[in-house]
């Protein structure tokens, strides 16, 4: 007999394992049984992206990467760049965190060290009535690629899988972070006490352009 996501997510919680690992098909609900998941520990929105000091839970799934669109200037064809929607989450891990350069150095490990990420810093553009409009920092992301003898292509277009790899690098940044953190045996003596409540990770499905080497990299941190 077929259960529930709502019954799912309760085995996930009530399961004493420290890692368990889902296969389900596409269009199963692997999505929807992580916003299960984090409705069940957090009810009240104490997610990742929650203004609440202390986290319970913090996951990635589809949701986490559609706060990211492309733009690829389709009239110039010059200025392409990766847009990051105004959200908490994203704020929080590159502005508060300051997650940005460790961001780059995984997305550079994971692809090429000669691809860059740059992420804008706040400026002024017009609208089309000649009004001031705030870009703020941390909300546009361009990349260059080095060609050698000091050649660099700027504003690139990239692939959907080192997209997929970015904002991946992202999150696994603030784990890493999250982790080191956590290591520190007394509360006390952490920089933070944001993670100290912190019970679960949830991730949904950021592997299908990560090679079997990083698979098996990505694997040793949630058993550190």
Same mark, same amino acid.
């Given at each position: ?11 996930? @919680? ?16 692997? =999505? !929807? ?8 520990? #957090?009810?009240?929105?104490? $997610?990742?992206? #929650? ?12 949701? =986490? ?14 200025? &392409?760049?990766? @847009? ?6 994203? &704020? ?7 997650? $940005? !350069? ?15 990420? &740059? ?5 002024? *553009?017009?609208?089309? #009535? @000649?009004? $001031?409009?705030? /870009? ?21 277009? *990239? ?7 970015? *904002? ?9 972070? /999250?982790?080191? =953190? ?8 952490? $920089? ?10 949830? /991730?949904?499905?950021?592997? +299908? ?6 698979? *098996?990299?990505?694997? +040793?941190?949630?058993?550190?």
């Amino acid at each position: 007999m077929s259960r529930t996501l709502t019954e799912i997510a309760q085995q996930l @919680k009530d399961t004493n394992k420290k890692v368990q690992l889902i296969y389900a098909f596409n269009g199963s609900g692997k =999505t !929807r049984l992580s916003r299960e998941f984090k409705d069940l520990i #957090a009810p009240k929105n104490n $997610d990742e992206g #929650a203004e609440s000091n202390l986290i319970k839970v913090i996951y990635y799934n589809a949701f =986490t990467e559609d706060l990211f669109y492309r733009d690829n200037d389709l009239k110039g064809g010059t200025d &392409r760049k990766l @847009k990051i929607q105004a959200n908490a989450y994203t &704020r929080w891990v590159l502005q508060e965190q300051g997650q $940005d !350069r460790n961001a780059i150095a995984n997305f550079q490990r994971y692809t090429s060290d000669k691809l860059t990420p &740059r992420f804008n810093e706040e400026y002024i *553009i017009k609208d089309t #009535a @000649k009004k $001031d409009i705030k /870009v703020p920092a941390f909300s546009e992301v361009t990349f260059s690629f080095e060609r050698g003898n000091e050649e660099r292509s700027e504003n690139v277009k *990239i692939s959907k899988a080192e997209e997929s790899n970015f *904002i991946w690098s992202i999150f696994y940044s603030l784990i890493e972070e /999250v982790i080191s =953190t956590l290591n520190i045996a007394e509360a006390s003596e952490r $920089d933070t006490d944001r993670y100290n409540q912190l019970e679960y990770i949830f /991730v949904d499905d950021p592997v +299908s352009s990560l090679d079997e080497n990083h698979l *098996i990299e990505r694997q +040793s941190i949630w058993q550190a």
